[in-house]
């Protein structure tokens, strides 16, 4: 069993900058791969972007490829979503998950984090 824990979340300007980190009790085959997904009032959760705890790089949506950023930290067992030039369509609960493969499908991850909130103001 693998428990995930995200931080990092708060209410920010329009144009701000925030990095959620999300804390992973261990390192598994069953987390492997480790992705965000964010989720708004009255819509369903959607992937942000996944990486794995050997990789440098990482995919994301094309909504926010642009803007956001993943990384790790191995000896952390920490993952990281940096987010910049937040705007109003990036407010929602965003979620940290754990799965075996590369997957953009919620169905396809795992284990779950608590979530943190992000509110963006203009």
């Known amino acids: 069993q693998v428990q995930l824990v995200e931080s990092g979340g708060g209410l920010v300007q329009a144009g701000a900058s925030l990095r959620l980190s999300c804390v992973a009790s261990k390192r598994t085959v069953s987390n492997h791969v480790m992705g965000w997904f964010r989720q708004a009032p009255g819509k369903e959760r959607e992937f942000v972007g996944s990486i794995t705890w050997g990789d440098l790089g990482a995919s994301y949506a094309d909504s926010v490829k642009s803007r956001f950023t993943i990384s790790r930290d191995v000896a952390k067992n920490t993952v990281y979503l940096q987010m910049n030039r937040l705007n109003d369509e990036d407010t929602a609960v965003y979620y940290c998950?754990?799965?075996?493969?590369?997957?953009?499908?919620?169905?396809?991850?795992?284990?779950w984090g608590q979530g943190t909130q992000v509110t963006v103001s203009s």
């Open positions: 998950a754990g799965g075996i493969a590369p997957s953009r499908r919620r169905s396809d991850y795992t284990y």
